[in-house]
C-alpha cells in the first residue's frame, strides 16, 4: 500500500521561509517523479514544482520560480519543498504527489498524500 505523508506545515509570518517534507512507503520511491501542489480555500488545486526519480530535473509554477524549490533524498523516501519569501497569498493545504513523469497536472500525478497546513501572518 501506497502512503504518502506530508509533513512541516505550520504557521509563518510573512516574508519567512518552511521547509516541507514528504515521506514515502510502500513504494520503488526512486521510480517515482514527485510532485508538489497546493490548494486555497475557494481555489482549484495549482501546481506548485516537482522533481524527477534521480532528483536531477525539476520543473517549477512560473509565478514560484525561484521562491520554491523541491529536492529529494533517495535513501530517506522523502521529498521536500523549500519555500522563502512566503506571501499571505502562499496559504494552502500543500499536497505532495508521485507519478510517472513531470507532470504540471494533477491527474498525471498516482498517488498522493493528504496534505499540510500552510498559514502565512502579514
Known amino acids: 500500500q501506497v502512503q504518502l505523508v506530508e509533513s512541516g506545515g505550520g504557521l509563518v509570518q510573512a516574508g519567512g521561509s518552511l521547509r516541507l517534507s514528504c515521506a514515502a512507503s510502500?513504494?520503488?520511491?526512486?521510480?517515482?517523479?514527485m510532485g508538489w501542489f497546493r490548494q486555497a480555500p475557494g481555489k482549484d488545486r495549482e501546481f506548485v514544482g516537482t522533481?524527477?526519480?534521480?532528483?536531477?530535473?525539476?520543473s517549477y509554477a512560473d509565478s514560484l520560480k525561484g521562491r520554491c524549490t523541491p529536492s529529494r533524498d533517495n535513501a530517506k523516501n522523502t521529498v521536500y519543498l523549500q519555500m522563502n519569501s512566503l506571501p499571505p497569498d502562499d496559504a494552502a493545504v500543500y499536497y505532495c504527489?508521485?507519478?510517472?513523469?513531470?507532470?504540471?497536472?494533477?491527474?498525471?500525478?498516482?498517488?498522493w498524500g493528504r496534505g499540510t497546513q500552510v498559514a502565512v501572518s502579514s
Open positions: 504527489a508521485a507519478g510517472r513523469g513531470l507532470g504540471r497536472r494533477a491527474q498525471e500525478y498516482h498517488y
Open positions: 522533481i524527477s526519480g534521480g532528483g536531477a530535473l525539476k
Open positions: 510502500g513504494l520503488t520511491f526512486s521510480s517515482y517523479a
